[in-house]
């Protein structure tokens, strides 16, 4: 059984940075494309970036390309989320699984709050 732990996020103000991130208990993540997925309240769960498991292949949602850069740490066991820029509407708990598809028990995940 794969665990995965989000963390990292918080109450930020409008263009303000965060960075999240994510590891796993039982199970290394360095062979998965993983991607960060978010859900608002009232909203679908929805993708928001994946990365390839060697880390050189990267996908962004239009909505945060330019402003979010997804990065792995394999040694650590590790998935990163840098977010700049935030906006309001990047409110939302923040997941982590694999990509496209998720296998992996969701998380607790990590609230983000952007605030005028």
């Known amino acids: 059984q794969v665990q995965v732990v989000e963390s990292g996020g918080g109450l930020v103000q409008a263009g303000g940075s965060l960075r999240l991130s994510c590891t796993a208990s039982?199970?290394?993540?360095?062979?998965?494309?993983m991607g960060w997925f978010r859900q608002a309240p009232g909203n679908e769960r929805e993708f928001v970036a994946s990365?390839?498991?060697?880390?050189?292949?990267?996908s962004y949602a239009a909505s945060v390309k330019g402003r979010f850069t997804i990065s792995r740490d394999n040694a650590r066991n590790t998935v990163y989320l840098q977010m700049n820029s935030l906006r309001p509407d990047d409110t939302a708990v923040y997941y982590c699984?694999?990509?496209?598809?998720?296998?992996?028990?969701w998380g607790q995940g990590t609230q983000v709050t952007v605030s005028l």
């Open positions: 039982g199970r290394t993540l360095s062979t998965a494309v």
């Open positions: 990365i390839s498991a060697s880390g050189t292949s990267v």
């Open positions: 699984n694999t990509s496209p598809s998720p296998i992996y028990y």
